[in-house]
Protein backbone atom coordinates (compact mmCIF):
# COMPACT_ATOMS: atom_id res chain seq x y z
CA UNK A 1 0.00 0.00 0.00
CA UNK A 2 1.38 3.46 -0.79
CA UNK A 3 2.13 5.54 1.79
CA UNK A 4 0.86 9.57 0.93
CA UNK A 5 3.03 11.56 2.94
CA UNK A 6 2.01 15.32 3.03
CA UNK A 7 3.45 17.77 1.56
CA UNK A 8 6.50 19.88 2.44
CA UNK A 9 6.78 23.71 2.68
CA UNK A 10 4.16 26.27 2.72
CA UNK A 11 0.61 25.81 2.52
CA UNK A 12 -0.79 26.89 -0.56
CA UNK A 13 -1.92 31.03 -0.22
CA UNK A 14 -6.30 30.99 -0.40
CA UNK A 15 -7.40 34.44 -1.12
CA UNK A 16 -9.78 35.69 1.68
CA UNK A 17 -13.22 36.30 0.20
CA UNK A 18 -13.45 40.16 -0.37
CA UNK A 19 -15.63 42.06 2.20
CA UNK A 20 -18.53 43.73 0.69
CA UNK A 21 -17.99 47.57 -0.09
CA UNK A 22 -19.58 49.62 2.90
CA UNK A 23 -20.96 52.00 0.79
CA UNK A 24 -23.16 48.38 -1.12
CA UNK A 25 -24.33 47.51 2.76
CA UNK A 26 -25.60 50.92 3.18
CA UNK A 27 -27.20 51.23 0.20
CA UNK A 28 -28.87 47.90 0.56
CA UNK A 29 -29.74 48.89 4.17
CA UNK A 30 -31.53 52.15 3.00
CA UNK A 31 -33.43 50.53 0.17
CA UNK A 32 -34.26 48.06 2.88
CA UNK A 33 -35.63 51.08 5.53
CA UNK A 34 -37.94 52.09 2.12
CA UNK A 35 -39.47 49.57 1.39
CA UNK A 36 -40.60 48.91 5.16
CA UNK A 37 -41.53 52.79 5.20
CA UNK A 38 -43.99 52.34 2.19
CA UNK A 39 -45.08 49.17 3.25
CA UNK A 40 -46.09 51.11 7.31
CA UNK A 41 -47.61 54.06 5.52
CA UNK A 42 -49.68 51.17 2.98
CA UNK A 43 -50.36 49.87 6.24
CA UNK A 44 -51.95 52.96 8.40
CA UNK A 45 -53.43 53.74 5.22
CA UNK A 46 -55.86 50.64 5.56
CA UNK A 47 -56.57 51.15 8.59
CA UNK A 48 -57.99 54.18 8.12
CA UNK A 49 -59.88 53.59 5.14
CA UNK A 50 -61.44 50.47 7.32
CA UNK A 51 -61.19 52.51 10.75
CA UNK A 52 -60.91 55.94 10.68
CA UNK A 53 -58.21 58.34 12.11
CA UNK A 54 -58.52 57.54 15.21
CA UNK A 55 -57.71 53.65 14.93
CA UNK A 56 -54.49 54.56 13.40
CA UNK A 57 -51.75 54.31 16.07
CA UNK A 58 -48.53 52.75 16.25
CA UNK A 59 -49.68 49.81 17.82
CA UNK A 60 -52.37 49.15 15.23
CA UNK A 61 -50.18 49.80 12.38
CA UNK A 62 -47.54 47.55 13.28
CA UNK A 63 -49.85 44.66 13.85
CA UNK A 64 -51.11 45.42 10.12
CA UNK A 65 -47.19 44.75 8.60
CA UNK A 66 -45.89 42.30 11.28
CA UNK A 67 -43.60 44.33 13.67
CA UNK A 68 -43.65 45.09 17.26
CA UNK A 69 -44.67 48.74 18.41
CA UNK A 70 -40.98 49.35 19.34
CA UNK A 71 -39.92 48.22 15.81
CA UNK A 72 -42.01 51.13 14.74
CA UNK A 73 -40.52 53.71 16.87
CA UNK A 74 -37.45 53.43 13.90
CA UNK A 75 -39.52 54.59 11.77
CA UNK A 76 -41.53 57.18 13.15
CA UNK A 77 -41.49 58.21 16.67
CA UNK A 78 -45.05 58.72 17.84
CA UNK A 79 -48.65 58.93 15.69
CA UNK A 80 -48.10 62.68 14.80
CA UNK A 81 -45.20 61.60 12.37
CA UNK A 82 -46.78 58.85 11.13
CA UNK A 83 -50.40 60.88 10.28
CA UNK A 84 -48.22 63.73 9.23
CA UNK A 85 -46.40 61.43 6.98
CA UNK A 86 -49.37 59.62 5.61
CA UNK A 87 -51.40 63.05 5.06
CA UNK A 88 -48.10 64.49 2.78
CA UNK A 89 -47.90 60.63 0.82
CA UNK A 90 -51.92 61.14 0.03
CA UNK A 91 -51.88 64.65 -0.93
CA UNK A 92 -49.08 63.81 -3.32
CA UNK A 93 -51.22 60.78 -5.09
CA UNK A 94 -54.19 63.35 -5.39
CA UNK A 95 -51.81 65.40 -6.88
CA UNK A 96 -50.37 63.02 -9.27
CA UNK A 97 -53.79 61.70 -10.54
CA UNK A 98 -54.90 65.52 -11.13
CA UNK A 99 -50.98 66.22 -13.26
CA UNK A 100 -51.41 62.91 -15.27
CA UNK A 101 -55.16 63.86 -16.09
CA UNK A 102 -53.96 67.22 -17.45
CA UNK A 103 -50.99 65.97 -19.23
CA UNK A 104 -53.27 64.00 -21.46
CA UNK A 105 -56.00 66.82 -22.15
CA UNK A 106 -54.51 68.47 -25.38
CA UNK A 107 -57.23 71.31 -24.84
CA UNK A 108 -55.78 74.13 -22.93
CA UNK A 109 -59.35 75.66 -22.44
CA UNK A 110 -60.33 72.37 -21.05
CA UNK A 111 -57.79 71.79 -18.66
CA UNK A 112 -59.65 73.65 -15.47
CA UNK A 113 -62.60 71.41 -16.11
CA UNK A 114 -59.88 68.07 -16.44
CA UNK A 115 -58.64 69.71 -12.80
CA UNK A 116 -62.33 69.70 -11.39
CA UNK A 117 -62.89 66.43 -12.86
CA UNK A 118 -59.83 64.52 -12.19
CA UNK A 119 -60.10 66.41 -8.19
CA UNK A 120 -63.73 64.42 -7.82
CA UNK A 121 -62.83 61.45 -9.39
CA UNK A 122 -59.75 60.61 -6.88
CA UNK A 123 -61.74 61.03 -4.14
CA UNK A 124 -65.22 60.11 -4.30
CA UNK A 125 -64.62 56.76 -3.90
CA UNK A 126 -62.66 57.06 -0.99
CA UNK A 127 -64.16 60.18 1.40
CA UNK A 128 -62.06 58.96 4.69
CA UNK A 129 -59.08 59.96 2.66
CA UNK A 130 -60.39 63.08 1.81
CA UNK A 131 -61.51 63.89 5.62
CA UNK A 132 -57.84 63.37 6.70
CA UNK A 133 -56.03 65.09 4.39
CA UNK A 134 -58.60 68.58 4.04
CA UNK A 135 -60.58 68.28 7.42
CA UNK A 136 -58.57 66.35 9.91
CA UNK A 137 -56.38 69.51 11.01
CA UNK A 138 -59.71 71.56 11.52
CA UNK A 139 -61.04 69.12 13.63
CA UNK A 140 -57.68 68.47 15.72
CA UNK A 141 -56.67 72.40 15.55
CA UNK A 142 -56.05 72.06 19.45
CA UNK A 143 -54.69 68.63 19.24
CA UNK A 144 -51.40 67.46 18.73
CA UNK A 145 -52.50 65.43 15.28
CA UNK A 146 -52.74 68.84 13.35
CA UNK A 147 -49.79 68.87 10.90
CA UNK A 148 -46.38 70.42 12.31
CA UNK A 149 -45.10 73.67 10.32
CA UNK A 150 -41.59 70.93 9.20
CA UNK A 151 -44.22 68.83 7.88
CA UNK A 152 -45.99 71.67 6.07
CA UNK A 153 -42.99 73.17 4.39
CA UNK A 154 -41.10 70.33 3.77
CA UNK A 155 -43.54 67.48 2.53
CA UNK A 156 -46.86 69.34 1.55
CA UNK A 157 -46.26 72.92 0.09
CA UNK A 158 -43.43 71.87 -2.72
CA UNK A 159 -45.86 69.37 -3.79
CA UNK A 160 -48.83 71.51 -4.04
CA UNK A 161 -46.73 74.75 -5.17
CA UNK A 162 -45.99 72.05 -8.44
CA UNK A 163 -49.29 71.78 -8.98
CA UNK A 164 -49.98 74.99 -10.18
CA UNK A 165 -46.91 76.14 -11.37
CA UNK A 166 -47.54 73.70 -13.92
CA UNK A 167 -51.16 74.66 -14.27
CA UNK A 168 -49.73 78.43 -14.78
CA UNK A 169 -47.19 77.51 -17.45
CA UNK A 170 -49.71 75.34 -19.20
CA UNK A 171 -52.26 78.04 -19.42
CA UNK A 172 -50.48 80.99 -19.56
CA UNK A 173 -47.35 80.14 -22.14
CA UNK A 174 -43.99 81.13 -21.82
CA UNK A 175 -44.68 84.54 -23.01
CA UNK A 176 -47.13 85.40 -20.89
CA UNK A 177 -46.48 88.91 -18.51
CA UNK A 178 -46.35 88.69 -14.85
CA UNK A 179 -49.21 90.03 -14.58
CA UNK A 180 -51.57 87.60 -16.88
CA UNK A 181 -49.45 84.34 -14.97
CA UNK A 182 -51.06 85.86 -11.34
CA UNK A 183 -54.05 85.63 -13.06
CA UNK A 184 -54.16 82.25 -14.32
CA UNK A 185 -52.17 80.73 -11.81
CA UNK A 186 -55.22 82.33 -9.46
CA UNK A 187 -57.99 81.26 -11.74
CA UNK A 188 -56.62 77.60 -11.33
CA UNK A 189 -56.59 78.06 -7.39
CA UNK A 190 -59.95 79.04 -7.87
CA UNK A 191 -61.23 75.78 -9.64
CA UNK A 192 -59.55 73.71 -6.89
CA UNK A 193 -61.20 75.51 -4.41
CA UNK A 194 -64.37 74.93 -5.63
CA UNK A 195 -63.96 71.13 -6.02
CA UNK A 196 -63.16 70.98 -2.50
CA UNK A 197 -65.51 72.77 -1.19
CA UNK A 198 -67.76 70.30 -3.37
CA UNK A 199 -66.21 66.93 -1.79
CA UNK A 200 -66.57 68.81 1.41
CA UNK A 201 -69.90 69.29 1.24
CA UNK A 202 -70.40 65.62 -0.24
CA UNK A 203 -68.45 64.17 2.61
CA UNK A 204 -70.96 66.12 5.24
CA UNK A 205 -73.77 64.51 3.05
CA UNK A 206 -72.30 61.17 3.53
CA UNK A 207 -71.73 61.64 6.83
CA UNK A 208 -75.12 63.32 7.92
CA UNK A 209 -77.22 60.44 5.10
CA UNK A 210 -78.98 63.43 4.15
CA UNK A 211 -78.26 64.10 0.17
CA UNK A 212 -78.05 67.31 -1.99
CA UNK A 213 -81.27 67.69 -4.14
CA UNK A 214 -78.27 67.97 -6.92
CA UNK A 215 -76.91 65.15 -8.33
CA UNK A 216 -73.04 65.07 -8.29
CA UNK A 217 -72.86 65.02 -12.34
CA UNK A 218 -75.09 67.97 -12.75
CA UNK A 219 -72.72 70.38 -10.01
CA UNK A 220 -69.19 68.70 -11.61
CA UNK A 221 -70.93 70.24 -14.69
CA UNK A 222 -71.47 73.14 -13.46
CA UNK A 223 -68.10 74.19 -12.15
CA UNK A 224 -66.29 72.51 -15.34
CA UNK A 225 -68.65 74.74 -17.37
CA UNK A 226 -68.01 77.74 -15.45
CA UNK A 227 -64.30 77.14 -14.87
CA UNK A 228 -63.78 76.52 -18.97
CA UNK A 229 -65.60 79.70 -19.81
CA UNK A 230 -63.11 81.21 -17.18
CA UNK A 231 -60.36 79.79 -18.86
CA UNK A 232 -61.28 80.73 -22.15
CA UNK A 233 -61.59 84.50 -21.55
CA UNK A 234 -58.38 84.46 -19.62
CA UNK A 235 -56.57 83.36 -21.84
CA UNK A 236 -58.20 84.88 -24.14
Not at 4 to 32: E, L
Not at 79 to 88: I, M, N
Not at 111 to 118: D, M, P, R, S, Y
Request: positive net charge.
Amino acid sequence: MVNYRPMQGKAPNRKKPSATPKSVVSSHVQRKRAELRREILTAARRVLTESGVEAVTLASVAGEVGLTKQALYHYFPNKEALVGTLVASLLNEEVEAILTAVEATEDNRAVLGTVIQAFYEHYIGQLPVFRVVYCQSQITALNPLQLDQQTLREQVNPVTKNLFDVLQDRLAGPRASANRRRQVRQLAFSAWLATLGLMTMLGITEATRDPLIHTDKQLLDTLVRTFNQACVDAVA
